[in-house]
């Protein structure tokens, strides 16, 4: 069979390529020119290694980096830790699905409002201290000892592991949803292999390849975060990326060019933390071959599992109970150290805020369901032509498809904002969609590109044989058998849109109001009770697409017991 | 009783509002009926920091009094930081964007207003001085409405209200609260790890800072220039030989900070603390108002004295609704407005009018103001201590962070 090699590029490659591209390039330009001392605007006009040498004379500035390096690191690893053991241990049995049940609506909880309660939760002046005073602890007033805020960031690494357990279990949750799983399993079983052999030595070296790009952006998004590490992290020195927002936000206008400096050194430090990650695969790899064929069984892992299982209890305990104390907060009038419950509620106020949130909820939501619609239309796109055309997901596309989520946004917005003022679309909702799909976009193509190549393509080629269409093959096909993580994708999009605060406020130019932009104005305040309501708010959106992705698949395949996720 | 008298008076004054209106342009400034013309109809984006519910409710009410009066509409957008505004305006500048910017008014003081000054980001000298309401701004008691942390304003931005540092502590804790930073940092010896300030860059950390330079440096007059770099050592020593000593007697031992001043607030309502501070006299109050803090909080000020500043608001140089911009600016400098954001049930914030010089119906207005139980007069507010010209703050904040911000 010969296929003439297309050499033209497909109108969706070229769109996505437009649509990423052209910001990512006019972000780059606009981070790495100042860095270089070039910014017209402020007077800057020679090209100079002057930024770069103030960042280096920044004081702590090797802590800030090394703490970015360290906690993205081993936060992202613990994440996966937790969540390969406790689905190796128990994928497939009740309490597995009872958990996943819990764990998909946790990816909806914003990173700042996890943050928050996590650190309501377990500050010395927190619930569980409350829970035990004074009558316990005899503490009338809360101890002060160094809980939050650590200076090695043990706070800040648990609070970006509760929160990357969920993202990692849904995607491997993803990576599983795939035929021959349970036979896998069943023939484990059948050779005396124990639950955590089987899953480590039959089953991840099927799925890993699905679960290694997800793992990745995570790593670039904890290294370079900033909401979590303000509210959880060390602050003599913070990390890099909270601290780049600070020169930013600076009204020494001078210190921008640091700020975009240091941007490129978050940039060197989230790649080297990429390299690590990726050298530890190797070795890992390289030295554990050997007990792959070692032909042990492992028949008695029920420590392991059980750890496994502790392990993401505590992470949904936790999220649960922060979620609730959030919940309390948000009709708390006063709630002082220590009472357990709130001295006093106040629930008008909270109608009258959530009253004042509606039309910020709308613009959510329009933004929100627009820009996650565009992302997964535009991936299903550029995934069925390059398919037509025979091609796979190139490296290249890849690399540029995934380098948006490498960036630091607060480096890589200015030089973007520039764009779009030029192009005088800036305070416009088209130009904040346009912002979003810039973030948006990767997620889909990362989170739909894998199921994609993953299924089987023989349902084509027997749909081709008996005469359908190539658009028949995609809508009766593909789209039907891929209803789920296609649904995931959208949700995971929608989650990306909600939560982005610069882009928004940038872009938007404080025309377009959502409750995000809304809930970290509120919460540089001081009402807790405010900050806390805008948080459930901002929950909403994400938890309402991630409720229809598990429940749209499970009406429509209610008679399809091949197609449901979890067989017994 | 007052309360009753209040809430008469308020309800007068927003039905003799139009009136009022009226006659705050005089019928001869027929330049101000052009800008009231060219105003109607306008929609003014107005920028302001919007952490707190209840400046953002006040905002919300002085919107709807233009839209019915002046027809002007004004949407406030809240911002966490008043800097990310700058940046705005200069992205706008940096691509020649001269007109039809996003900001129309912005609320801003300080270095913020120091850095948008210098760049060149701000409309023309001279509007705030053009006002109506102007004739009615305390200038001779109250000098920093007219030069913003030793920057002379030029009429470039329009003050809208005064802040004082104030401390607080909740007497049901503290018997006497110390009153001077000597008696401070004794109180911090007695009670290791009960006192610590918002980390510096953050605005009110900074404020502090510059609180122990005003109170111990000998040359007070070096302050009102621009740093000198050779002698910035030597004039902020005891700064930081005082923060040496107070460090290890902090909250976390100066480990980690309070975030803001609202933090802050939160760490002494808890118990965590012993005493917090704020910018605003009123604050203590309103937030006994809104049970954000105990009622037994109560509110200082140090022997000698505490920094005072103005806070304004003004208006970008690409700005294509001035004229909306102004007549808002204008309306927020009014008796009525005035008097209201004065009152701690709706926000605290002290007033930038001479009241003694307002006539009789408009001062009556403040009169029946119940300032709440924690806000310290005016005569026990103490003296104001000007403000160090903004480059000091840059110099205390970089000094600060190689001490103590990178252990």
């Keep these: 069979m010969t296929i003439r090699q297309k050499r033209i590029v497909d109108v969706p490659t070229l769109l996505v390529i437009a649509l990423l591209g052209g910001p990512v390039l006019a972000g780059l330009a606009g981070t790495a020119l100042p860095a270089f001392g070039y910014l017209p605007v402020l007077g800057h006009e020679t090209v100079s290694l002057e930024p770069m040498r103030r960042l280096f004379e920044t004081p702590g500035l090797a802590k800030s980096a090394a703490l970015s390096f360290s906690t993205g690191l081993a936060a992202s690893l613990a994440s996966l830790a937790i969540v390969l053991v406790f689905t190796a241990g128990w994928s497939g049995t009740r309490t597995f699905r009872r958990l996943a049940r819990f764990l998909s609506p946790l990816l909806s909880v914003p990173h700042a409002a996890a943050a928050i309660g996590l650190a309501f939760l377990i500050a010395p002046s927190g619930f569980l201290v409350r829970l035990a005073s004074p009558w316990a602890t005899g503490w009338t007033r809360p101890p002060d000892v160094l809980i939050l805020n650590d200076p090695f960031g043990v706070a800040m690494t648990l609070g970006l592991v509760a929160k990357e357990v969920p993202f990692l279990f849904l995607m491997t949750l993803a990576a599983l949803n795939r035929p021959h799983i349970h036979d896998t399993y069943r023939a484990g079983a059948s050779l005396g292999y124990g639950r955590l052999a089987t899953f480590f030595k039959l089953i991840l070296p099927q799925i890993y390849p699905l679960i290694r790009l997800p793992m990745l952006a995570v790593i670039a998004y904890a290294t370079s975060v900033v909401d979590v590490a303000e509210i959880l992290g060390p602050a003599t020195p913070s990390p890099l990326a909270p601290r780049l927002v600070g020169w930013m936000n600076d009204p020494d206008l001078s210190l921008r ?121 535009v991936t299903l796109w550029l995934l069925e032509a390059r398919d037509a055309a025979g091609r796979t997901t190139g490296a290249r596309l890849k690399a540029l498809v995934f380098l948006p989520l490498l960036l630091p946004q607060i480096g890589f917005l200015f030089g973007l904002q520039m764009l779009f003022l030029h192009a005088g679309l800036t305070g416009t909702f088209a130009a904040v969609l346009l912002a979003h799909l810039v973030f948006v976009l990767p997620y889909a193509v990362l989170a739909l590109s894998d199921p994609w190549a993953r299924l089987d393509p023989r349902y084509g080629k027997a749909a081709a044989s008996l005469g359908a269409s190539r658009a028949r093959i995609f809508w009766r096909i593909r789209l039907p058998l891929l209803l789920r993580p296609v649904l995931v994708t959208f949700a995971v999009a929608a989650a990306v849109s909600v939560g982005q605060y610069l882009p928004t406020l940038m872009i938007g130019a404080g025309r377009i109001v959502t409750v995000t932009t809304e809930s970290v104005a509120l919460a540089s305040g001081g009402s807790r009770q405010a900050a806390a309501l805008y948080a459930l708010l901002q929950l909403l959106i994400p938890l309402g697409g991630f409720v229809l992705a598990a ?7 209610r008679n399809r017991a091949a197609m449901r996720l979890e067989r017994g | 009783m007052t309360r009753l008298l209040a809430v008469t008076l308020g309800l007068l004054a927003t039905l003799l509002l139009p009136v009022a209106a009226q006659e705050t342009a005089p019928a001869g400034d027929s330049k101000w009926q052009d800008v009231l013309r060219e105003a109607r109809g306008q929609t003014v984006y107005f920028h302001a920091w919007g952490g707190e519910p209840r400046i953002n409710a006040y905002i919300g009410w002085a919107a709807r009094e233009v839209v019915r009066d002046f027809g002007v509409r004004v949407i406030h957008v809240k911002v966490s930081d008043t800097a990310t505004v700058v940046s705005q305006v200069l992205a706008e500048k940096s691509v020649a964007k001269s007109s039809g910017g996003a900001v129309d008014l912005v609320w801003i003081n300080g270095e913020n207003f120091a850095a948008m000054k210098s760049q060149g ?145 939160q760490l002494l309502a808890d118990g965590a603390l012993d005493i917090a501070f704020s910018f605003n006299p009123g604050d203590a109050s309103g937030a006994i108002a809104n049970g954000e803090l105990p009622p037994s909080v109560r509110s200082f000020v140090l022997d000698g004295g505490t920094i005072g500043n103005t806070h304004f608001v003004a208006i970008p140089f690409n700005s294509s609704n001035t004229a909306g911009a102004r007549v808002f600016a204008n309306y927020l400098l009014s008796p009525e407005a005035q008097s209201r954001k004065q009152d701690p049930e709706f926000w605290g914030d002290p007033t930038v009018l001479n009241v003694a010089a307002l006539p009789g119906r408009e001062k009556a207005l403040f009169e029946a103001l119940d300032l709440g139980p924690a806000t310290l007069t005016p005569e026990d507010l103490g003296p104001v201590l000007p403000e160090p010209h903004p480059s000091w703050v840059s110099a205390l904040e970089k000094s600060w962070i190689a001490r103590y911000g990178a252990n």
Excluded: C
Excluded at chain 1, 551 to 557: C, G, N
Excluded at chain 2, 162 to 174: C, N, P
Excluded at chain 2, 201 to 222: C, H, M, S
């Design chain 1, 257 to 377: 060019l640091m700020a975009s400096a240091g941007a490129l050194l978050q940039l060197a430090v989230t790649t080297a933390a990429l390299l690590a990650y990726l050298g530890l695969e190797r070795l890992t790899v390289r030295l554990l071959r050997s007990r792959l064929f070692s032909g042990h069984r492992h028949a008695h892992d029920t420590s392991g599992r059980l750890a496994g299982l502790f392990l993401m209890l505590a992470v949904i305990l936790a999220m649960g109970l922060s979620l609730v104390l959030l919940g309390l907060w948000s009709l708390a009038r006063s709630w002082w150290f220590p009472a357990a419950l709130p001295q006093h509620l106040d629930v008008m106020r909270f109608a009258d805020m959530a009253v004042m949130g509606a039309p910020a909820l709308w613009a959510t939501l329009a933004l929100a369901v627009s820009a996650a619609g565009v992302a997964t239309a």
């Design chain 1, 551 to 557: 429940l749209v698949p499970a009406l429509v395949h």
């Design chain 2, 121 to 265: 980001l701000l409309a023309g000298p001279g509007w705030a001085e053009t006002l109506p309401n102007w004739r009615h701004v305390d200038i001779e008691n109250k000098p920093t409405v007219k030069v913003d942390f030793t920057v002379p304003t030029d009429g470039q931005e329009s003050p809208w209200g005064m802040a004082k540092l104030v401390f607080m502590y909740d007497s049901a804790r503290l018997d006497t609260p110390p009153a001077s930073l000597e008696a401070l940092l004794a109180h911090a010896r007695d009670n290791p790890g009960r006192f610590s300030y918002p980390q510096p860059p953050n605005f009110y950390g900074t404020t502090f800072l510059k609180q122990i330079l005003v109170d111990t440096v000998e040359d007070r007059d070096a302050l009102s220039r621009p740093v000198d770099t050779a002698r910035f050592a030597d004039l902020s020593a005891p700064v930081f030989a005082y923060l040496d000593e107070l460090h290890d007697l902090m909250w976390r031992q100066g480990n980690a900070f309070p975030k803001n001043a609202a933090h802050m607030r």
